[in-house]
């Protein structure tokens, strides 16, 4: 207390924190007024302890934003004070990635994988890998996998296993015979997968290495003549019959533009479903639509596209089975969703494809999965 205010029965007072201030001497006396203001600024926004939903808030981080432990364990990235008091974030994310679990669950039942069908759900494993049980073509019943091992086209599991033994696999002796412009010389080796590899003669006197299964279905008709002779017939137009075809020729032509910084995500839309796409602009790109963000990678951009293009090829079985009503407004973009989609399983092939586009480069990669699975693509935006 330094001096005395007449006019106005004010005391000037300096707080602990050296801020001073003129107070009513009747405040001081009943205790109304204890601090400068500091004193309730400090309770106000002391969030410590405090609960919201499922998190627990445990320390600040910075500035409004502050570290929540959720009721599964898991410590969160800095949340801003606002998300927790409006109830925009309530859990670290385990809940509502439960919740699209759940509706995976229903949707993958009955789905067919290669010679495998899925019948019902198992559990989850150490991984937090959905493990379902199958029953195979040859009569197996009860076989179980993961789902992240059938989806993958070129995964290890399509079968019991009873498809080794088939005739017509990759095993199968292919010396001599002639594939469309190609003719089968010797045998080459074995891929990653175990599959046999063929080296083959094309007409034009260059040769090319691929599977058996390649040949037999025509994904692999020449060693690369065939798509030229069709690129020059076609000319620059190609593009008007395949936007894919368009797009590629256009990162190609572009490195600059390539290699430019983006982001390949995973979100949901709406709570109803998902979708895979690219972005430069993710946090502003259908906020009012995309609930979650189940994932999100930076990667050059034609890495993204690659990536993109592949993963929607080997998602396709997810599409949107019909229109949605709850997703009226909506007016593009709808390739890109899929329904009932594992989103843990899609995030692990998500990761997987994305390692392999950096190794390989975005053309050789794409390049690849063109030979594997070219109906797929072929059929994309």
């Known amino acids: 207390m330094l001096e005395f205010d007449r006019s106005s029965t004010k005391w000037l007072c300096r707080c602990e924190c050296g801020a001073k201030k003129l107070i009513r001497a009747d405040a001081l006396v009943s205790g109304d007024t204890k601090s400068c203001g500091c004193l309730f600024e400090s309770k106000k926004n002391n969030f410590e302890g405090q609960r919201f939903g499922m998190l627990a808030v445990v320390e600040r981080a910075h500035g409004s934003s502050w570290i929540c432990k959720c009721d599964c364990g898991t410590l969160t990235r800095p949340v801003y004070v606002t998300d927790l008091t409006q109830g925009k974030q309530q859990s670290c994310g385990c809940d509502a990635r439960a919740k699209a679990s759940r509706r995976a669950r229903k949707h993958i039942d009955g789905k067919r994988f290669g010679r495998l069908v899925a019948t019902r759900f198992s559990h989850i494993d150490n991984n937090r890998k959905s493990v379902w049980f199958f029953d195979c073509d040859c009569g197996t019943k009860n076989f179980t996998a993961t789902v992240s091992r059938v989806m993958h086209i070129n995964g290890p599991t399509r079968s019991c296993g009873c498809l080794k033994s088939v005739p017509g696999s990759a095993t199968m002796v292919e010396t001599g015979n002639v594939h469309n412009k190609l003719t089968v010389l010797r045998e080459w080796g074995k891929d990653k997968h175990g599959k046999v590899k063929w080296l083959s003669q094309c007409e034009c006197g260059k040769t090319a290495i691929c599977t058996g299964a390649q040949l037999r279905s025509g994904a692999v008709k020449s060693c690369g003549c065939h798509r030229r002779e069709v690129g020059r017939i076609l000319g620059t137009s190609i593009g008007?019959?395949?936007?894919?075809?368009?797009?590629?020729?256009?990162?190609?032509?572009?490195?600059?533009?390539?290699?430019?910084?983006?982001?390949?995500?995973?979100?949901?839309?709406?709570?109803v479903c998902e979708k895979i796409g690219i972005a430069f602009d993710i946090p502003n790109r259908g906020r009012k639509d995309y609930t979650e963000v189940w994932y999100r990678r930076k990667l050059p951009r034609a890495c993204c596209w690659a990536v993109e293009q592949v993963a929607l090829a080997l998602t396709k079985e997810f599409e949107l089975p019909r229109f949605i009503p709850e997703l009226e407004g909506i007016d593009k973009g709808f390739t890109e969703m899929r329904f009932e989609l594992p989103i843990d399983e899609t995030i692990d092939l998500l990761n997987e494809l994305s390692e392999e586009c950096l190794l390989l480069g975005w053309e050789e990669f794409y390049e690849k999965y063109s030979v594997a699975i070219p109906s797929a693509l072929s059929s994309l935006p």
Not at 250 to 260: F, I, L, N, T, V
Request: net charge negative.
């Open 240 to 271: 008007k019959y395949n936007r894919r075809q368009e797009g590629h020729e256009h990162y190609a032509d572009d490195p600059q533009y390539a290699e430019r910084p983006s982001c390949l995500y995973l979100v949901e839309v709406r709570g």
